[in-house]
T-cell receptor, first 112, second 115 residues
Framework: GESVGLHLPTLSVQEGDNSIINCAYS??????FIWYKQESGKGPQFIID?????DKRQGQRVTVLLNKTVKHLSLQIAATQPGDSAVYFC???????????FGRGTSLIVHP | KAGVTQTPRYLIKTRGQQVTLSCSPI?????VSWYQQTPGQGLQFLFE???????NKGNFPGRFSGRQFSNSRSEMNVSTLELGDSALYLC??????????????FGPGTRLTVL
């Protein structure tokens, strides 16, 4: 597969652990945030999103937390599995004009 | 339902040449966006087309252009290729104009190498 990014921060966890991936966003006016997962050789895949009027949103095994005070976003993955190994990106968007800004990404490695 | 398809998957060109990449969105999707992904800059938005009109544009030089056809298929063109244009070019489609209410679905990308 293709490498989607070099020099990425890397998080290594054991299967079954909980993972927390962090993202600092840049624009205090951003009002919509998305987490994507990108596996080697594939395009990004939507995981979960959150609007700025919320500070927490839960999905299946994933939770996104938003702290607007410090412009910080996190993705929590419960009971991490080897299939969760991928690069994870956050994206921020402002207003109705969809011109997203993406974070650099974090490489998650899950050891069986 | 078939996903977003991109052709070709891999492409090698030399500096100064031009290249055209193609994207077929998910059936029924009217919006197509293009992104460039490099190790150095990460994922960057190029432009978005909706109903054959460019609605949004990222911060890229005029060498990067695109168009959308009446069947929603889209092409992007890069003229006078530079070494720095080597990247993975991703296409994404959504049912309507992408917004906080419309999820985008990405294709696998076209890996362009400029020699």
């Amino acid at each position: 597969g293709e490498s989607v990014g070099l020099h990425l921060p890397t998080l290594s966890v054991q299967e079954g652990d909980n993972s927390i991936i962090n993202c600092a966003y840049s624009n205090s006016a951003s009002d919509y945030f998305i987490w994507y997962k990108q596996e080697s050789g594939k395009g990004p895949q939507f995981i979960i999103d959150i609007r700025s009027n919320m500070d927490k949103r839960q999905g299946q095994r994933v939770t996104v937390l938003l702290n607007k005070t410090v412009k910080h976003l996190s993705l929590q993955i419960a009971a991490t599995q080897p299939g969760d190994s991928a690069v994870y990106f956050c994206a921020e968007n402002t207003g109705g004009s969809y011109i997203p800004t993406f974070g650099r990404g974090t490489s998650l490695i899950v050891h069986p | 339902k078939a996903g977003v398809t991109q052709t070709p998957r891999y492409l090698i060109k030399t500096r100064g040449q031009q290249v055209t990449l193609s994207c077929s969105p998910i059936s029924g999707h009217r919006s197509v966006s293009w992104y460039q992904q490099t190790p150095g800059q990460g994922l960057q938005f190029l432009f978005e087309y909706f109903s054959e009109t460019q609605r949004n544009k990222g911060n890229f030089p005029g060498r990067f252009s695109g168009r959308q056809f009446s069947n929603s298929r889209s092409e992007m063109n890069v003229s006078t290729l530079e070494l720095g244009d080597s990247a993975l070019y991703l296409c994404a489609s959504s049912p309507e104009a992408p917004s906080s209410y419309n999820e985008q679905f990405f294709g696998p990308g076209t890996r362009l190498t400029v020699l």
